[in-house]
């Protein structure tokens, strides 16, 4: 899960901001298009994540989406939950460092980020992401449940970008999207076909990136989703043989009865 060298190359290409931020003002009245539906495992009461998918999301959002966009509310270790174990958990954050201390002599320093450390932001502050993006690019810590139809929203955003229409003229910095209110947005296009190495799994189209990372918010945005799942599942089984044990003793009580 090393980082890959384009991320740096990407990064002055990621200056827009992702999943609806840095709006401009809408072109004519358009409305943007309903996302397109997709399957998704981790839908429904009996949902799952597809780890592995997590998992090639995981490497898209290093590669691409980490240039600008944060996760301040993952912590490295969360990662377990994917299945990667403790050594490729410490691995994988020992790529990033962290601003630690003081230490002994009042001094701040420098480490390697660790599994109890938040993911590492790519900017210092939000200051510092305003000064190079124009406006600070939002956490995706949340995005999924931040959007009404949140996963088809984010893949459909993702996966929407075309040559805009010859009688629509486009401001300066911003590019049609299909799926994004009023069409014009300031985040270019960050997925293509190949444009990650996968080594294993499908082919790495831009659908399947998109449709990879989406999977990886869902999961950032409720890690916990499959054990409240899991329970609601075991108190509806319980309350219905509660409810079949109260009938059946009401059914012996009135019987006894008459």
Request: hydrophobic letters at 45%; a negative charge.
């Amino acid at each position: 899960m090393a980082v890959a060298t384009r991320m740096i190359l990407r990064a002055a290409a990621l200056a827009g901001l992702m999943f609806a931020a840095a709006a401009v003002p809408a072109l004519a009245a358009t409305e943007a298009m309903e996302p397109p539906e997709q399957h998704w495992s981790f839908e429904g009461i009996f949902g799952r994540f597809d780890k592995a998918a997590a998992q090639r999301g995981l490497q898209v959002y290093t590669e691409v989406c980490a240039a600008c966009h944060s996760l301040k509310y993952v912590h490295y270790r969360d990662l377990r939950a994917l299945g990667y174990n403790e050594e490729q958990v410490a691995a994988y954050a020992a790529q990033f460092e962290v601003e630690d201390g003081p230490d002994g002599n009042g001094e701040m320093y420098t480490r390697p980020a660790e599994g109890r450390d938040p993911f590492v932001s790519p900017y210092p502050n939000d200051k510092a992401a305003a000064a190079a993006n124009g406006v600070a690019p939002p956490d995706l810590s949340l995005m999924y449940k931040a959007r009404e139809n949140g996963a088809n929203y984010m893949y459909g955003l993702l996966v929407g970008y075309v040559d805009a229409p010859e009688e629509v003229e486009m401001t300066p910095g911003t590019y049609y999207n299909l799926y994004f209110p009023g069409h014009a947005i300031a985040m270019p296009q960050t997925l293509f076909d190949g444009g990650v190495e996968y080594e294993h799994g499908p082919e790495a189209t831009k659908e399947q990136l998109a449709h990879d990372v989406v999977t990886f918010l869902a999961w950032a945005a409720e890690p916990k989703l499959e054990h409240r799942k899991a329970t609601g599942v075991a108190a509806i089984l319980f309350l219905l043989v509660l409810t079949g044990l109260l009938y059946a003793t009401k059914r012996k009580v009135w019987a006894d009865a008459h």
